[in-house]
Nanobody, 120 residues
Framework: QVQLVESGGGLVQAGGSLRLSCAASGRTASSYAMGWFRQAPGKERKFVAAINYGGRSTYYADSVKGRFTISRDNAKNTVYLQMNSLKPEDTAVYYC?????????????WGQGTQVTVSS
C-alpha cells in the first residue's frame, strides 16, 4: 500500500514557475514508478509526466516538454514536478500516482490532488 500527498499548488501569473511535491509513504514507495496527471474543469484527466523508480528514465506529454521537469528523491520518498513558463492552459488539479510499471495506462495509487491556477 502506498499513500500519496501532493503539495505546492497555488496561483501564479503566466510565465511564472511552481514546484509540486508528492510525498509517498509505505515501506516500498521508492520501488514504484511515479507519474503526474492533471485535470482541468470539465475535462478528462490527462497524463503530464512519469519517472521510473530509479529516476533515470522520464517521459513527458508533448504539451509540457521543455517546460516541466519531473524528478525524485528516493531518500525522502518524494517526487517533484518543476513547472516553468506556465500558461493559463496549465490550470488544473494536479495529481501524482504510483505504479510498479513505468509507462502504464493505469496507476494503482493516487493522491488527492493540488490546484494550480495560472492567470493571464
Amino acid at each position: 500500500q502506498v499513500q500519496l500527498v501532493e503539495s505546492g499548488g497555488g496561483l501564479v501569473q503566466a510565465g511564472g514557475s511552481l514546484r509540486l511535491s508528492c510525498a509517498a509513504s509505505g515501506r516500498t514507495a521508492s520501488s514504484y514508478a511515479m507519474g503526474w496527471f492533471r485535470q482541468a474543469p470539465g475535462k478528462e484527466r490527462k497524463f503530464v509526466a512519469a519517472i521510473n523508480y530509479g529516476g533515470r528514465s522520464t517521459y513527458y506529454a508533448d504539451s509540457v516538454k521543455g517546460r516541466f521537469t519531473i524528478s525524485r528523491d528516493n531518500a525522502k520518498n518524494t517526487v517533484y514536478l518543476q513547472m516553468n513558463s506556465l500558461k493559463p492552459e496549465d490550470t488544473a488539479v494536479y495529481y501524482c500516482a504510483a505504479d510498479k510499471v513505468f509507462i502504464t495506462a493505469k496507476y494503482d495509487y493516487w493522491g488527492q490532488g493540488t490546484q494550480v491556477t495560472v492567470s493571464s
